[in-house]
């Protein structure tokens, strides 16, 4: 006779997570997938980004905005003119901004939000919710 006591296995949201810095991703992935609410993917290399987004289908994307061989600006264009990814909210974590010009919370440029590394756990996890919890009520 099955457990009636289960409960039902929730569905992780998937993020991508594309950066230069191996270490970075490395520590990103292992702090999300500790909430047990996400499954995450790293990509190290910013050309190889299209097609890991294409197969892995993320929730949301976490861009590094400088990267060799393309920078983060030119990933969102591939991703927003892509009819899978087109819809995929995108957040960019970066050095490029300094935390005064990014405040706790980031800010909004070009339609993206921008958080400035290094981002706290607590600020990224609430950015992630925000993020998939509006294109969850967009769907």
Known sequence: MPDT???PAVEKKKILIVDDEAMFTRM???NLEQSGLYEVKEENRAPHALIAAREFKPDLILLDVIMPGMDGG???????????????PIVFLTATVSKS?????????????????P???KVLLKTVED????????A
Not at 74 to 88: C, G, M, P, V, Y
């Open 5 to 7: 006591n289960e409960t």
């Open 28 to 30: 990103v992935r292992m």
């Open 74 to 88: 030119e990933l969102a264009n591939q991703f927003k003119h892509d009819s899978i990814l087109r819809k995929t």
């Open 101 to 117: 010009e990014a405040k706790e919370t980031g800010y909004m440029s070009g339609g993206y939000l921008f958080l400035a590394k």
């Open 119 to 121: 981002v706290s756990l």
């Open 131 to 138: 993020h998939l919890s509006k294109s969850d009520n967009s």
